[in-house]
Structure formats: C-alpha cells, structure tokens
C-alpha cells in the first residue's frame, strides 16, 4: 500500500453535518485559531483543514476571514456584555434586599 493511500485510510471520517452544525464548527475552529495566532497568523486554508473541508466551504458561510472574524468577535463582545450585565443585575439585586 502506498504512503498515500495509507494516509486516506487513516484519516478520520468526515462528519455530515448540516449548514448550522458546520457555520458553529467553523466558529469555534476560526475562534481558536484567532485566539492561538490572531488574525494576521490565521489562514482560511488552515481552517479548512481542521474542519475537514475545503477553502470554498469556508468562504460560502462567511466570505472570507474576515467575515468569519467579525462573527467571532461578535459572540465575544456579547458573551462579555452579558456578563457584565448579569453581574451587575446581581449586584443591584443584593443592594436592593
């Protein structure tokens, strides 16, 4: 057998998964790469990669890296408002008793 017929069969199967379930791997994937390189240092073909998809996949969800970008800092800013506003919530709530 050769090396890469070898390497095709010891790949890990691809996942089907719906257009919902891909957008959200694609997330988490772009927002660990961002998180571990920063912008610049990411790449929509290393994306793909981790993803076990192909370049155009990525550029279908999103338009590139930095439409994927803006989707992550998006849910970042938000989770971090809601945060803030929960402590805050809480904080005025035990002023109140």
């Not at 890469?4 to 379930?21: L, N, V, Y």
């Not at 439409?67 to 809480?90: F, H, K, Q």
């Amino acid at each position: 057998m050769s090396q890469a017929s070898q390497k095709r069969t010891e790949r890990t199967p691809r996942i089907r998964m719906t257009g919902t379930q891909r957008r959200e791997q694609l997330i988490e994937i772009g927002r660990a790469l961002f998180a571990e390189r920063g912008y610049e240092g990411a790449s929509i073909e290393e994306i793909a990669q981790r993803a076990q998809v192909s370049k155009p996949v990525v550029y279908e969800h999103f338009g590139g890296k930095e439409g994927l970008y803006a989707v992550v800092v998006d849910r970042e800013m938000s989770a971090l408002l809601d945060g803030i506003t929960s402590s805050l919530t809480r904080m005025t709530n035990n002023r109140a008793r």
